[in-house]
C-alpha cells in the first residue's frame, strides 16, 4: 500500500511538495498532547487547493486514510495519523486573501496562524474573535476543523459562530463552496455540520471568516482568594448579575505558582484560587462593570483585586494564562489535560470534586480554565517513570468526566473528541445519535477515508480498529489550553 | 396511528396549505409519541406535514403530496430553565412568545425577534430559520441555538449539541435542521443559551430624500463606538433609517447622540422607549403580491436596492450590517425574477420567493451542493414523507 500510494501521488502531483523520508515523516506522528501517535505512510505539503484536491482523489482512489494537518497543536488527537496513510499539511496555504474592513470578513487560506489573521486586521481596527491559546502557532483550519474555542469566546462565541463559508476538497477529490457571503444563501447549513468535524467530512482549504471590531475599551483584574467555593462564588455572582466579561478565567493552586514563576505577571503564588476577569466594551459600560465587578468580589471573599495598569502588564496576566500548561510542567514532566464542561451554577462542586480525585488517585490536578462557560481544563500532572502513575491518571481522568457528563455537561469544551474522547461519545449520545452522525459521515466521506477512527466512537464508522479505551496522552512539550 | 385518534377540536381544514387538505391531523403530547406517527408515516409512506401556529407555512410551497397534518402545539412545556447557567430548553410546540415571558420574569431574554404573531412556535421559527432586526446585534437563531432533538424521517429520535454553552462533541447536526423546513426531521425540543436583558434599549430614527442617503448614513452608524443592535431602512413613500441601541444606560445615551449626529442632514428624533416602535416594524407581510428576500455580500448592498428598484418598484427593508433586503414586488415584476437572480448571483447574492403566487419558482437555481443535500435528505427521510415537494430540497 504505502510504496502504491508514493507512487501514485508522484505521478499525480509535483515531487516537490511530496515528503517520505522516515526524518521527515517523524515529524507528523503527534499533535500538541502526543501520547497518541502514528507513523503517516507519505506526507505532502500542497501549495493550491487544486493539488490538496489531488493528492485526496489519489489516496482515496487506493483507500488510503486521509489526515489533515494545520500546526498539529490539537489536544485530542485529531491530526494524528493512527491508521497511517496521507498526512496533507495545510503548512503552506498560509495567504491572507483578502481583508473587507466593509464587510468585516476576511478570506483566509486554511493554513493562516490565528494570530497572524488578527495582526493583519489590527490596521482596519479589527480582529479575528476565537483565540485559543494556542493562537500564535495554530491554524485558522485548525481552529475550524475543531470548532476552537479560547477565553473571549465567552462574550463572542467560538470559531462556528466566526466562520461564513469554506472551500472544503471532499473525498472524491471534488472541490465545494459551504456557506456563503450572503447570509441564508438556500439550502441546507452544511458548513454549520463541517465546522468542528475534525477532518472527517472533508478539509478545508480556504475560508471566508468574520472579522470583529476591537473594542473602546478593556479593563482586565485579577482578583485573588484564599478559598475555592468563594472564587467559583464569584463566577456565578458576576454571570447572576447581568454582566458578561469578555473573558473569565479561574487558575486553582499551584498552577498559580508555577504560571507566576513562568512569566512573573504578579499572581501570588501563595493563593488558594485567582480569577483573571476582562471586561471589554463602550467605555462605560465598561467603568460601570468595573465597579460592579469590584464589589462582587469584595462581596463573595476576595482577598484583594488587582487591575492592571497598562497595557504591556495585562499582555502580561494574558502571557501567563495561555502559556499555563507549559509552566506546570515545573510541577511534574508529564501531563494529560481534560476539556470537561458543566452548567457554571455547577462549578463549584466540580472543583471540589477534582480535589477530591486527586487525593483519592494520589495525583496533582491543577485546573486552570475558562470559568465563565463551565469549561474546566483539569491538567493532571505526575512523573511516568513512577510505577502505576499512568493508570492512576487515567482513572483520575475519566471520572472527572463522567462528573461532568452527571453534572448535566459534555466530554469536549473545545479541545475536540478526536482519538481521545472518541469512545467516551456513548456517555453523552445514544445509538441512534451516533448512528445519525455516521449517517452525515457516510453522505460527505461514503469509503470512510477522511481521518478515519476519530471524532465518532469505534463501530460507528470504523470497523475493526484497534485502540486502547481513553487512549492517554503524556508528554512534557509545550501544548497550550 | 395512535394519535390520529378523536381530536374533535380542529377541523383539518385548519391545515389547508394551497389547495390542499390533509386527510387526517395528529397532535402528539410526547417526544415518543410524535416518532410513534412518524415512523409509521414513513412505514406507510404517509405525507406529513408538520405544524406549530402556521405563521410561516407561506414561505415555502404547498406539499406535492398530504396526508396528515403533525400539529406540534402540544409539545409546549419547558423540559429545563436554570436562570444561573442562562440556558433554557424548551419542547418545539411552546410559542416563542411564553419563552420570553418565563426569561424577562428572571431579567434574560433571547434576543431573537422574528416578525411574527407572538403564538409563533419555537420549532416553525427554527425550521424556517426566522430571524429579525435584532440579528445585527446579537446574530440570529443559529449563535444561540446549543443543541436540538428531533425525530427524523424515518422516526428516529436523534439528538446532536448538549446543554452548556461550550460544547464541541459530535457533529453539530442541529444546525443542519435550522432552516431546513422540516425536510431533515421534525424538531422536538430546542435549548438555547439565552443572556440578561439590557438596562435600556432605545433608538434614532430618520427620514432621507434616498435610499442611497439613508444607507450612507447607516454605514456612519456602524463604525466604532457605535454598535447598533439593529438598523433597518424601510423605503416606501418615505426612506426611513431606525438604528436600535441597547446595553447601559450612558453607553446607549451617547450613541443615541452620536447617530443623531450622523443623520444631522436629515429630519431625526429619537425614541426614548423603543419597544412598541419595533413589535410595529415587521417585516413586510405577505399580502397578493411577491415578497422577495434577497441576500448579498455587504459590499454590494447598495448595488442590490438600485437594482431591485429599477427592475420594478418596490418597497424595501433593507438591513445593513447583515446585506438582506426585504422587497415586495407587484406580482407582474415576476418576470423580472430571472434577471435579478443573474445579475444577484454575479455579484455573490440570491434572491429567494418567500410569498408569491402558486407555480413561481422560489428558490431559483439549485446550489452546486444540491447532490450532497439531496444525499442527506435521502437518509434521514428516505422514504420521502416530510414536506414533499415543499422546499428546496424537494
Known amino acids: 500500500m504505502k510504496d502504491d500510494l508514493i507512487a501514485a501521488l508522484l505521478r499525480a502531483i509535483d515531487p516537490a511538495i511530496v515528503l517520505r523520508r522516515p526524518e521527515e515523516l517523524m515529524l507528523y506522528e503527534y499533535d500538541g498532547s502526543a501520547l497518541d501517535q502514528g507513523m503517516p505512510e507519505v506526507v505532502v505539503v500542497p501549495r493550491t487547493t487544486a493539488e490538496?484536491?489531488?493528492?485526496?482523489?489519489?489516496?482515496?482512489?487506493?483507500?488510503?486514510?486521509?489526515?489533515?494537518?494545520?500546526?498539529?497543536?490539537?489536544?485530542?488527537?485529531?491530526?494524528?495519523?493512527?491508521?497511517?496513510?496521507?498526512?496533507?499539511?495545510?503548512?503552506?496555504?498560509?495567504?491572507?486573501?483578502?481583508?473587507?474592513?466593509?464587510?468585516?470578513?476576511?478570506?483566509?487560506?486554511?493554513?493562516?496562524?490565528?494570530?497572524?489573521?488578527?495582526?493583519?486586521?489590527?490596521?482596519?481596527?479589527?480582529?479575528?474573535?476565537?483565540?485559543?491559546?494556542?493562537?500564535?502557532?495554530?491554524?485558522?483550519?485548525g481552529n475550524i476543523a475543531t470548532n476552537a474555542g479560547g477565553p473571549h469566546c465567552l462574550k463572542y462565541g467560538v470559531t462556528t459562530n466566526h466562520v461564513l463559508a469554506a472551500t472544503v476538497v471532499l473525498a472524491n477529490g471534488e472541490v465545494i463552496e459551504v456557506g456563503s457571503a450572503a447570509a441564508d444563501a438556500p439550502g441546507y447549513d452544511l458548513l454549520g455540520v463541517i465546522v468542528g468535524s475534525e477532518g472527517t467530512l472533508g478539509i478545508v482549504t480556504e475560508a471566508l471568516v468574520k472579522l470583529t471590531p476591537n473594542p473602546e475599551a478593556v479593563r482586565t483584574f485579577?482578583?485573588?482568594?484564599?478559598?475555592?467555593?468563594?472564587?467559583?462564588?464569584?463566577?456565578?455572582?458576576?454571570?447572576?448579575?447581568?454582566?458578561?466579561?469578555?473573558?473569565?478565567?479561574?487558575?486553582?493552586?499551584?498552577?498559580?505558582?508555577?504560571?507566576?514563576?513562568?512569566?512573573?505577571?504578579?499572581?501570588?503564588?501563595?493563593?488558594?484560587?485567582?480569577?483573571?476577569?476582562?471586561?471589554d466594551g463602550l467605555r462605560e459600560e465598561v467603568a460601570t462593570q468595573a465597579e460592579q465587578i469590584a464589589s462582587l468580589c469584595r462581596q463573595y471573599g476576595a482577598r484583594e483585586l488587582r487591575a492592571a495598569q497598562d497595557e504591556a502588564q495585562r499582555a502580561k496576566l494574558w502571557a501567563g494564562r495561555k502559556g499555563a500548561l507549559a509552566a506546570c510542567a515545573r510541577i511534574a514532566p508529564h501531563y494529560h489535560i481534560q476539556d470537561g464542561v458543566v452548567p457554571r451554577s455547577r462549578l463549584p462542586e466540580l472543583l471540589r470534586l477534582t480535589e477530591a480525585v486527586a487525593d483519592r488517585h494520589q495525583?496533582?490536578?491543577?485546573?486552570?480554565?475558562?470559568?465563565?462557560?463551565?469549561?474546566?481544563?483539569?491538567?493532571?500532572?505526575?512523573?511516568?517513570?513512577?510505577?502505576?502513575?499512568?493508570?492512576?491518571?487515567?482513572?483520575?481522568?475519566?471520572?472527572?468526566?463522567?462528573?461532568?457528563?452527571?453534572?448535566?455537561?459534555?466530554?469536549?469544551?473545545?479541545?475536540?473528541?478526536?482519538?481521545?474522547?472518541?469512545?467516551?461519545?456513548?456517555?453523552?449520545?445514544?445509538?441512534?445519535?451516533?448512528?445519525?452522525?455516521?449517517d452525515v459521515r457516510a453522505v460527505f466521506d461514503p469509503a470512510g477515508v477522511m481521518n478515519p477512527c476519530k471524532l465518532?466512537?469505534?463501530?460507528?464508522?470504523?470497523?475493526?480498529?484497534?485502540?486502547?479505551?481513553?487512549a492517554l496522552r503524556a508528554i512534557d512539550r509545550g501544548a497550550w489550553i | 396511528m395512535n394519535s390520529l385518534s378523536a381530536q374533535p377540536m380542529l377541523p383539518v381544514a385548519t391545515y389547508a396549505l394551497g389547495d390542499r387538505v390533509p386527510q387526517q391531523f395528529a397532535q402528539p403530547a410526547t417526544i415518543a409519541a410524535l416518532a410513534e406517527v412518524v415512523a409509521t408515516a414513513a412505514h406507510t409512506k404517509t405525507a406529513i406535514v408538520p405544524w406549530g401556529a402556521g405563521t410561516r407555512q407561506f414561505v415555502v410551497d404547498p406539499p406535492a403530496r398530504y396526508d396528515v397534518a403533525l400539529d406540534l402545539r402540544r409539545l409546549d412545556r419547558v423540559i429545563e430553565y436554570h436562570p444561573a447557567d442562562l440556558v433554557i430548553m424548551v419542547e418545539a410546540g411552546m410559542p416563542l412568545g411564553v419563552v420570553q415571558a418565563l426569561l424577562a420574569e428572571r431579567g434574560q431574554w433571547l434576543p431573537w425577534d422574528p416578525p411574527v404573531p407572538a403564538t409563533a412556535t419555537i420549532g416553525g421559527l427554527l425550521a424556517t430559520a426566522a430571524w429579525g432586526p435584532l440579528r445585527l446585534g446579537y446574530g440570529g437563531p443559529r449563535?444561540?441555538?446549543?443543541?436540538?432533538?428531533?425525530?427524523?424521517?424515518?422516526?428516529?429520535?436523534?439528538?446532536?449539541?448538549?446543554?452548556?454553552?461550550?460544547?464541541?462533541?459530535?457533529?453539530d447536526t442541529h444546525k443542519l435542521h435550522l432552516g431546513a423546513c422540516g425536510t431533515l426531521g421534525i424538531i422536538a425540543t430546542a435549548t438555547f443559551k439565552v443572556t440578561p436583558l439590557?438596562?435600556?434599549?432605545?433608538?434614532?430614527?430618520?427620514?432621507?430624500?434616498?435610499?442611497?442617503?439613508?444607507?450612507?448614513?447607516?454605514?456612519?452608524?456602524?463604525?466604532?463606538?457605535?454598535?447598533?443592535?439593529?438598523?433597518?431602512?424601510?423605503?416606501?413613500?418615505?426612506?426611513?433609517?431606525?438604528?436600535?441601541?441597547?446595553?447601559?444606560?450612558?453607553?446607549?445615551?451617547?450613541?443615541?447622540?452620536?447617530?443623531?449626529?450622523?443623520?444631522?442632514?436629515?429630519?431625526?428624533?429619537?425614541?426614548?422607549?423603543?419597544?412598541?416602535l419595533w413589535a410595529a416594524q415587521q417585516l413586510l407581510p405577505p399580502n397578493h403580491?411577491?415578497?422577495?428576500?434577497?441576500?448579498?455580500?455587504?459590499?454590494?448592498?447598495?448595488?442590490?436596492?438600485?437594482?431591485?428598484?429599477?427592475?420594478?418598484?418596490?418597497?424595501?427593508?433593507?438591513?445593513?450590517?447583515?446585506?438582506?433586503?426585504?422587497?415586495?414586488w407587484p406580482v407582474e415584476a415576476a418576470a423580472h425574477l430571472p434577471a435579478l437572480r443573474r445579475m444577484l448571483a454575479g455579484m455573490g447574492g440570491y434572491a429567494v420567493v418567500e410569498s408569491g403566487p402558486a407555480g413561481i419558482d422560489r428558490w431559483g437555481d439549485p446550489p452546486p451542493t444540491i447532490d450532497l443535500m439531496r444525499a442527506l435528505r435521502q437518509r434521514w427521510d428516505p422514504a420521502g414523507i416530510l414536506n414533499p415537494g415543499r422546499w428546496l430540497v424537494a
Open chain 1, 222 to 279: 485579577l482578583a485573588i482568594y484564599d478559598d475555592l467555593d468563594a472564587a467559583s462564588a464569584t463566577v456565578s455572582a458576576i454571570i447572576a448579575r447581568g454582566i458578561i466579561p469578555a473573558a473569565l478565567e479561574m487558575l486553582v493552586g499551584q498552577g498559580i505558582a508555577a504560571v507566576e514563576a513562568a512569566v512573573q505577571a504578579g499572581y501570588p503564588a501563595d493563593a488558594r484560587a485567582v480569577l483573571l476577569i476582562e471586561i
Open chain 1, 52 to 141: 490538496v484536491a489531488a493528492c485526496v482523489k489519489v489516496a482515496a482512489q487506493l483507500g488510503a486514510p486521509i489526515v489533515a494537518r494545520g500546526a498539529g497543536t490539537g489536544l485530542a488527537g485529531g491530526s494524528v495519523p493512527e491508521q497511517g496513510g496521507l498526512v496533507i499539511s495545510l503548512a503552506r496555504l498560509n495567504r491572507i486573501l483578502a481583508i473587507d474592513p466593509v464587510a468585516r470578513a476576511a478570506r483566509v487560506q486554511s493554513g493562516v496562524i490565528n494570530t497572524d489573521l488578527s495582526l493583519a486586521a489590527a490596521r482596519y481596527g479589527l480582529h479575528f474573535a476565537p483565540d485559543p491559546s494556542s493562537q500564535r502557532s495554530s491554524t485558522i483550519g
Open chain 2, 198 to 276: 439590557p438596562e435600556r434599549m432605545a433608538s434614532v430614527q430618520a427620514i432621507w430624500p434616498t435610499p442611497a442617503a439613508a444607507l450612507r448614513a447607516a454605514a456612519a452608524i456602524r463604525q466604532p463606538p457605535l454598535q447598533p443592535v439593529a438598523l433597518t431602512i424601510i423605503v416606501t413613500d418615505t426612506v426611513k433609517l431606525t438604528a436600535r441601541f441597547a446595553g447601559g444606560a450612558a453607553a446607549v445615551e451617547r450613541q443615541l447622540g452620536l447617530a443623531a449626529a450622523a443623520c444631522a442632514a436629515a429630519e431625526t428624533v429619537i425614541v426614548a422607549d423603543d419597544h412598541a
Open chain 1, 363 to 438: 495525583i496533582t490536578i491543577v485546573n486552570i480554565f475558562h470559568a465563565g462557560d463551565g469549561n474546566l481544563h483539569p491538567l493532571l500532572l505526575f512523573d511516568l517513570r513512577q510505577p502505576g502513575a499512568l493508570e492512576r491518571a487515567v482513572a483520575a481522568s475519566e471520572e472527572i468526566l463522567q462528573a461532568c457528563v452527571a453534572a448535566g455537561g459534555t466530554i469536549s469544551g473545545e479541545h475536540g473528541i478526536g482519538i481521545e474522547k472518541r469512545d467516551y461519545l456513548g456517555w453523552i449520545f445514544g445509538p441512534a445519535d451516533l448512528a445519525a452522525f455516521a
Open chain 2, 289 to 328: 403580491g411577491l415578497l422577495l428576500r434577497a441576500g448579498v455580500p455587504e459590499s454590494a448592498l447598495a448595488a442590490t436596492v438600485e437594482l431591485i428598484t429599477s427592475l420594478a418598484q418596490p418597497d424595501l427593508t433593507i438591513f445593513p450590517g447583515l446585506g438582506l433586503i426585504g422587497a415586495r
Open chain 2, 143 to 171: 449563535e444561540w441555538l446549543l443543541g436540538m432533538q428531533v425525530v427524523l424521517g424515518d422516526g428516529r429520535i436523534a439528538h446532536s449539541g448538549g446543554r452548556v454553552v461550550k460544547n464541541v462533541a459530535g457533529y
Open chain 1, 456 to 470: 465518532l466512537p469505534s463501530g460507528s464508522s470504523c470497523a475493526d480498529i484497534r485502540h486502547a479505551r481513553g
